[in-house]
């Protein structure tokens, strides 16, 4: 993978990468099109990341797809596929780690320990393995989104990190490899995560800017469906994912929440500065 590559850069090719963990849904497909739409050759990966989960998660039925997942990137024309084995990536004897300091800790970060950590290692392995101009990633993983690109400007990586905005269902669900895990019902009852972004985002179109109220808002639609378990939910500057009072400048409101073992996660960007955070995102 080094080696074709080193020879893509050494053609002035432009390189771009998207990083997944396969089980590949529209989402994913929409980075690849990014991908394509502004760069030569398009690099993507699929490496199902152990230094990501925690001992109680779900690595052992995290869903594997290869024969399709190939199959979806051939047909979107990807050039360059690296599919490393955990040997492969984390070799016997490997103490290294990245480890992004105050960032790491939050929203996701702070109910999955050590999450992050295995998130920008692996991140930080891919982008020295392929070296791409521009890497892709979903606004979904809002927090991921924040924490990788302070790492890229911490450690003077020269990359740049597109943001692509989330694919949903048609009926607002976020797309997301977890949904598999979902039975018929469980599916119906997590639209109320998307419903109470939606209300929040009418309360704030009404004028509604102060982050308690519109919290307990969205909270109140949640406890509609009593099964789903909010782990957060968040109002907090997308750069350095902190809580804010006041959503007038410009908001990422976040939220996770498990429907029995299941954890999902959804986000969107509110206020009236919400276009010049994702432009400046991506």
């Known amino acids: 993978m080094q080696a074709a590559c080193r020879e893509v850069r050494r053609g002035g090719k432009r390189l771009g990468l ?4 396969g089980a590949l849904h529209a ?4 980075l690849v099109r990014a991908a394509r739409a502004s760069c030569d050759v398009v690099a993507a990966t699929i490496f199902v990341n152990p230094l990501q989960f925690g001992p109680n998660e779900d690595l052992a039925k995290y869903p594997r797809t290869w024969e399709k997942d190939v199959a979806a990137l051939e047909a979107e024309k990807v050039d360059l596929l690296f599919a490393p084995s955990p040997e492969e990536m984390y070799p016997s004897g490997a103490t290294t780690y990245v480890i992004v300091e105050g960032l790491s800790e939050k929203l ?5 320990p050590g999450h992050f950590r295995g998130v920008t290692t692996v991140v930080a392995k891919l982008f020295e393995i392929v070296r791409p101009e521009v890497a892709f990633f979903g606004q979904k993983d809002a927090a991921q989104v924040a924490v990788i690109r302070k790492m890229v400007d911490d450690l003077n990586m020269d990359i740049r990190i597109q943001v692509c905005p989330i694919v949903r269902e048609h009926d607002g669900l976020a797309m997301s490899s977890r949904n598999a895990y979902l039975d018929p019902e469980q599916r119906k009852q997590a639209l109320v995560l998307h419903r109470a972004l939606m209300r929040i985002q009418f309360e704030v179109d009404l004028g509604e800017s102060l982050s308690a109220r519109l919290l307990e808002t969205g909270k109140g639609v949640i406890a509609e469906v009593p099964e789903v378990r909010i782990d957060y939910l968040e109002i907090v500057d997308p750069d350095t994912l902190d809580p804010v009072s006041d959503v007038s400048k410009g908001a990422l409101v ?4 498990y429907l029995g073992t299941t954890r999902l996660i959804d986000n969107i960007v509110v206020g009236r500065a919400s276009s010049v955070i994702i432009e400046a995102i991506r």
């Open 18 to 21: 998207v990083p997944t963990m």
């Open 27 to 30: 989402g994913h497909l929409s």
């Open 108 to 112: 996701d970060g702070r109910s999955r």
């Open 254 to 257: 976040a939220v996770a929440a």
